[in-house]
T-cell receptor, first 115, second 113 residues
């Protein structure tokens, strides 16, 4: 397996524009996580899914952020409208459903810059 | 969420052992202790995990205190490539029994040649 695949790797957009980040989890993994990383706040868990269903979105910062998982092999994180303070590296991760015994695999991240 | 406490930074020399401590005094009986590391410009990478017993794998060893309120990640012979931020995490039960990983600030490990 190629691992967790995120696209794009880099995104530069203007304030007010819509941004969509994409993630392909490892085949067979039932859990999918979205994280955001900044220097000030470190790695923050935004939302996670189990079997394509959002389980906990309490980390989503505002209504401008939304995430979907239409099928087991694809998820999106959308920001509309984007703001400069959304600039960060966004990571997607996936894991098997065997509770605490299993590891999570992370993608390479998408570096988002909002100007 | 159960929290972990780690030193902000540590420094060691190449080819020497490194012991990275972590305190997790509020751990519950079902929480697994996970360690991840993040190399520069990369996503976090799994290192090791355990529940009660000490664990070894090709990357590192994990020593867990008998009361489970602390643990130590051991890199037996550090190399320059081990320079990274190391995160100690409790994989905890979330909503509807699902598990989640909540990261703290981690320990930035510097390896001197």
């Amino acid at each position: 397996d190629a691992g967790v695949i995120q696209s794009p790797r880099h995104e530069v957009t203007e304030m007010g524009q819509e941004v969509t980040l994409r993630c392909k989890p490892i085949s067979g993994h039932d859990y999918l996580f979205w994280y955001r990383q900044t220097m000030m706040r470190g790695l923050e868990l935004l939302i996670y899914f189990n079997n394509n269903v959002p389980i906990d979105d309490s980390g989503m910062p505002e209504d401008r952020f939304s995430a979907k998982m239409p099928n087991a092999s694809f998820s999106t994180l959308k920001i509309q409208p984007s703001e400069p303070r959304d600039s960060a590296v966004y990571f997607c991760a996936s894991s098997l459903p065997q509770g605490g015994r299993t590891e999570a695999f992370f993608g390479q991240g998408t570096r988002l810059t909002v100007v | 969420d159960a929290k972990t406490t780690q030193p902000n930074s540590m420094e060691s020399n190449e080819e020497e052992p490194v012991h990275l401590p972590c305190n997790h005094s509020t751990i519950s009986g079902t929480d697994y202790i996970h360690w991840y590391r993040q190399l520069p410009s990369q996503g976090p990478e799994y290192v090791i995990h355990g529940l009660t017993s000490n664990v070894n794998n090709r990357m590192a060893s994990l020593a867990i205190a008998e009361d489970r309120k602390s643990s130590t990640l051991i890199l037996h012979r550090a190399t320059l490539r081990d320079a990274a931020v190391y995160y100690c995490i409790l994989r905890i039960w979330g909503i509807q029994g699902a598990q989640k990983l909540v990261f703290g600030q981690g320990t930035r490990l510097t390896i001197n040649p």
